[in-house]
Nanobody, 118 residues
Framework: VQLQASGGGLVQPGGSLRLSCAAP???????????MAWYRQAPGNERELVAV????????NYADSVKGRFTISRNNSRKTVSLQMNNLRPDDTAVYYC?????????WGQGTLVTVSS
C-alpha cells in the first residue's frame, strides 16, 4: 500500500498542525479494511504509536501523552486519514509516520517532520 503523508512543519508551542495521509492507489473497498494509525519517532527514541483508528472509523485509541490534544479521523471515501494536533509541545517534535495495517500486513508512509519550537 502506498501511503503519502503531508502537513508537517515548524510551529510554536501551543500551536496546531494537521497531518494528512492518503492512499491513492487503494479503492474504497480496500481502504476500509485497514486500521490506520500515526506513529512518531523523535531523535534517539524508538518509534511510538500516537493514535489509531479502526476500519470504518468505529474506534480510536491514543497515547496518553497526546490524549485531549490530538484527534485522528478518516475519510473513507477520500481514502485519507488525518491527525489534528492542538496545543503542541516541544516534546511532540518528531518525524510522524502514517501506518496502514490489516492482519499481519502493514505499510508505512515516508514520514513528515513536525518541529515544535519557539
Amino acid at each position: 500500500v502506498q501511503l503519502q503523508a503531508s502537513g508537517g512543519g515548524l510551529v510554536q508551542p501551543g500551536g496546531s498542525l494537521r497531518l494528512s495521509c492518503a492512499a491513492p492507489r487503494l479503492i474504497f473497498s480496500e481502504f476500509i479494511k485497514y486500521d490506520m494509525a500515526w506513529y512518531r519517532q523523535a531523535p534517539g527514541n524508538e518509534r511510538e504509536l500516537v493514535a489509531v483508528i479502526t476500519t470504518r472509523g468505529g474506534s480510536t485509541n491514543y497515547a496518553d501523552s497526546v490524549k485531549g490534544r490530538f484527534t485522528i479521523s478518516r475519510n473513507n471515501s477520500r481514502k485519507t486519514v488525518s491527525l489534528q494536533m492542538n496545543n503542541l509541545r516541544p516534546d511532540d517534535t518528531a518525524v510522524y509516520y502514517c501506518n496502514a495495517r490489516v492482519g499481519v500486513i502493514e505499510s508505512w508512509g515516508q514520514g513528515t517532520l513536525v518541529t515544535v519550537s519557539s
